[in-house]
């Protein structure tokens, strides 16, 4: 935390200042980006000088470090209530919870330094079962569920504290560097970051050797600190700076910096990595900062209490918790729907043929979509099954899938021709995996998708939602595109510049999304996450010219299988026996060339034949090679699993081969793989 309110805090509790040196920040009013977007839902009274916050997602329990108060708030998520208080020591400062024991630890903070300590908190019975003596002026805290280790700020001692949850003792003490101030920890690599207010950086530790391994520079006053697991980026509270930093877990290195409010004086941050959402609280505008982490940038603004600092996400209810220093009170904020993607595949056409319109009752819920040429549907947002089978629609019995996401979200995908293999009820799936052909079942043999949009088990608008950029509007206010009516059925769409109505010719438009479709000569190199039983497709352009065409699908393990789609339509799998045609398997690749190929859009299919529940992670490199650059054929041996000549998997021998017949050389970065062109003559 950072030292002045501290100590600002310590003079108040000793008479020696008025509350009103703590009324800095005023609630702002709440501006957002996404329709149905964070809402304050309610505020929760709580004790005095609420300093940090903490969750256990599997309990749904909230805890607040009151540091005026000397104790614990326990909140019910359910009911938005205090139901329990717990006492712990002087000052508790920082609190985090491990919800694989459901035990919590608070960092206590006493004015004479005599007795530094965190205390442990059974939450089963809310009562203080330990308390464990650490280095002076322990601040913040984190847990790694994964190792049941609890890393521990000391500010004055310019040290971390590593506790074993098991024995609650310190079992390792790690030097950082000055004032350090908050940590978080990525459970998925075992990093534990820290936040070094005096020296103005970010320090990484290794759990497992407990060893700092890299310095994180270019801070201004960092304070609060939170990870993405998934995306392994870290996020940074710069208070002085007014901005968050965000560093890429890889390289240890500053990917992006992103401005919050002026003069916010940035303190606590959270991640909600389903969503990937960062929210930031301002403490003296009194309001918190959402970034959406795709684009870096601030999406919306919500106002909350008197100098927010402390603030934590529940990731399985989207619900944000915000600790709010100056009035005593925890503001719960809905984070509101999932970042919605369109449920085509990326680089497809798609066509607008209904705008909002009810299934049932009034509610304007539901958007018809037609596709383009390969009809596959995808799911909008991560989320579980609820449902495959059969509804009742206008035209009859007609096929749905029907998709649960976090917080009381749903959609449902109607009129499929038929599901994604063995697609059930209670599977996870994430968002862009394939779920059904788009079909015209209880349409009355119009083929389309009509896309369901439920909250909380009731429908719930279209109107205003955003869908990968898309706003969806039933009205047709100032900046309507010519022909737009307004009511159900109609509206009208629009990103930017781009503005589209239902059945217009300008409805025929391109999905946004990553570029699938390079040309040849270069290298693609993109990854996309396979599901089981699922299809992905991707697509690359052979210019005129080439004398091969090189395809690569990687992956780590499971089963994934591949074949190709040539310009004319041909279809190119294990089993072609084409003498033009070479293809090789192994147990974590699958390997294609073509010699003389066609020029035009080859299409890669790859489908989940065996992968784990939530996907295969699977490479695609693709390079073509223009005749003038090649002087010979090659034979390529069938490649065996075993020693790899460049370093990596077979995979990548047989793609570093294939290149260097062709005149390229491979090179393997932290971002992905590329061909750097190296003309052999």
């Known amino acids: 935390m950072r030292r002045k309110t501290l100590v600002l805090g310590i003079a108040l509790a000793c008479g020696l200042l008025g509350a009103s040196a703590f009324s800095l920040g005023r609630p702002t009013s709440l501006s957002q980006a996404n329709g149905g ?22 309990t749904n329990r909230i805890y607040v470090a009151n540091g005026g108060s000397n104790n614990v708030s326990v909140i019910d998520g359910a009911s938005n209530t205090v139901v329990a208080t717990v006492g712990v020591g002087a000052i508790p400062v920082g609190v985090a919870v491990n919800p694989s024991t459901n035990r919590i630890y608070v960092g206590i903070y006493v004015a004479n330094e005599s007795s530094n300590s965190v205390s442990v908190i059974d939450g089963a019975s809310n009562t203080v079962v330990a308390t464990v003596p650490v280095g002076s002026d322990p601040s913040g805290v984190s847990v790694n569920p994964s190792t049941n280790r609890i890393y ?9 504290s590593v506790i074993d949850g098991a024995s609650n003792t310190v079992v390792a003490t790690v ?7 908050a940590v978080a920890v990525n459970a998925s690599t075992n990093r534990i970051y820290v936040t070094n207010r005096g020296s103005g950086n970010v320090s990484v530790i290794d759990g497992a050797s ?39 877990g890889a390289s240890n290195t500053v990917a992006a910096t992103v401005p919050v409010e002026s003069y916010g004086y940035p303190w606590g941050v959270a991640v909600n990595a389903n969503t990937n959402r960062i929210y930031v609280t301002n403490e003296s505008k009194g309001n918190v900062s959402v970034i959406d982490s795709a684009s870096n940038t601030v999406v919306a603004t919500v106002g909350v209490g008197y100098e927010p600092l402390g603030v934590v996400v529940n990731p399985n209810t989207n619900r944000i918790y915000v600790a709010n220093f100056g009035d005593g009170t925890v503001t719960v904020i809905d984070g509101g729907p999932p970042a919605w993607r369109l449920p085509w595949e990326y680089g497809t056409k798609w066509h607008y043929t209904g705008g909002p319109h009810h299934w049932t009752g009034g509610t304007l819920s539901g958007l018809d979509f037609a596709s383009g040429p390969n009809h596959h549907v995808y799911a909008v947002a991560d989320g579980t099954v609820s449902f495959v089978g059969q509804e009742s629609c206008v035209g009859g019995p007609c096929n749905a899938v029907k998709i649960g996401h976090q917080g009381g979200w749903e959609t449902w995908y109607v009129h499929l021709a038929s599901f994604a293999p063995r697609l059930q009820q209670g599977q996870t799936v994430r968002q862009g995996q394939y ?5 015209d079942s209880g349409a009355n043999g119009v083929r389309h998708l009509h896309l369901e949009l439920r909250k ?18 039933v009205d047709c206010g100032t900046g309507a595109p010519a022909g737009c009516t307004p009511g159900e059925w109609n509206g009208y769409m629009e990103n930017g510049t781009e503005k589209v109505i239902p059945w217009s010719p300008a409805g025929d438009e391109q999905l946004v999304g990553p570029s699938t479709n390079p040309s040849a000569g270069q290298v693609l190199g993109t990854s996309v996450n396979v599901m089981q039983g699922a299809m992905v497709d991707r697509s690359a352009t052979v210019a005129p010219g080439q004398s091969r065409v090189y395809f690569l699908t990687s992956w780590v393990g499971s089963t994934v299988d591949a074949s190709l789609t040539a310009p004319d339509g041909t279809s190119i799998g294990p089993s072609t026996t084409d003498p033009d045609v070479f293809h090789s398997k192994g147990g974590t690749f699958e390997y294609y060339e ?16 065996d992968v784990p529940l939530e996907g295969e992670t699977t490479d695609i490199l693709v390079a073509g090679e223009s005749a ?22 077979p995979a990548r021998d047989a793609f570093a081969l294939a290149l260097g017949v062709a005149g390229g050389a491979l090179l393997l970065t932290a971002g992905g793989w590329y061909a750097r062109r190296r003309w052999l003559h």
């Not at 977007?37 to 599997?58: E, F, M, Y």
């Not at 909380?456 to 969806?472: E, H, K, L, N």
């Open 37 to 58: 977007g964070p809402v304050v839902v309610t505020t929760v009274a709580v004790g005095t000088w609420p300093l940090d916050v903490a969750v256990n997602p599997n």
């Open 152 to 160: 521990v700020a000391n500010y004055n001692s310019d040290s971390v």
């Open 175 to 181: 030097a950082v560097g000055r004032y350090p101030n």
């Open 210 to 248: 407990n060893t700092v391994i890299a310095t994180v520079a270019g801070m201004s006053s960092p304070d609060g600190v939170a990870v993405n697991p998934i995306t392994n980026r870290i996020y940074v509270a710069n208070s002085n700076g007014n901005n968050v930093s965000v560093i890429d």
């Open 435 to 439: 779920v059904g052909e788009e079909g």
């Open 456 to 473: 909380d088990g009731a429908p719930y608008s279209w109107d205003g939602q955003v869908i990968d950029g898309w706003t969806i509007h």
């Open 594 to 609: 073509m010699l003389t190929p066609l020029a035009g859009s080859w299409a890669v299919h790859l489908y989940g034949a």
């Open 628 to 649: 003038s650059a090649v002087g010979g054929v090659a034979e390529y041996p069938q490649l065996e699993p075993g020693p790899s000549r460049s370093g990596g998997s």
